[in-house]
């Protein structure tokens, strides 16, 4: 029979590895800014994995050497991300660009779900009204949208996404 504490560490990094790998397949960038259905999803995620990581054992100690699990490889892959460029990118987005000098990505932003709405709120909620006025506009690793605008006074400004769309629609 092997330890309880064993396998609670054994259940738990397997959750966490398939955790990562959801998310880095399913898209991490939704997770930004959190809608009401993002929250449902993230609540039953989780209530559907406890009893994956520690199976019948309800105990204090089994419960804190879970979650002992979870903190212990999310700090040893950070550090891994921080000191091994090729892990980072397997584990990471790129920031892609949306717009460059006042022209429009539609490629990126079909790929990326980005909705003309949803670029043209980010740009008021910057401050810009017009897409020639936009000098760089990114959706960032995080799932921000980054806009730097104006010619001689540079300006950047900071968008969080609310939530991503199915598909681009309307014309930009």
């Known amino acids: 029979m092997i330890n309880p504490y064993l ?35 993230i609540l039953l995620i989780s209530n559907s994995v406890q009893n994956a990581m520690v199976g019948n054992n309800t105990t204090l100690w ?3 050497a879970a979650a002992s699990v979870l903190f212990f490889i999310n700090f040893v892959l950070k550090k891994l991300m921080f000191k091994n460029k ?29 909705t003309s709405d949803e670029l043209k709120e980010a740009m ?24 730097i605008s104006g010619v001689e006074n540079l300006k950047q400004t900071y968008h969080r996404r609310k939530h991503a769309h199915k598909s681009l629609s309307g014309s930009i």
Do not use: C, W
């Not at 910057?126 to 995080?142: N, Q, R």
């Open 7 to 41: 396998d609670i560490i054994i259940r738990s990094a397997a959750v966490y590895f398939f955790m990562v790998i959801a998310l880095r397949v399913f898209g991490k960038k939704e997770l930004s800014q959190l809608n009401t259905a993002d929250v449902i999803l």
């Open 62 to 64: 089994g419960g804190l």
């Open 86 to 114: 090729k892990f980072s990118d397997l584990m990471q987005e790129k920031p892609e660009i949306l717009v460059h000098n006042g022209t429009l990505d539609f490629k990126i932003l079909s790929k990326l779900n980005i």
């Open 124 to 147: 008021r909620e910057h401050g810009i009204e017009y897409f020639k006025d936009v000098k760089l506009a990114m959706l960032e690793i995080d799932g921000n949208i980054s806009i």
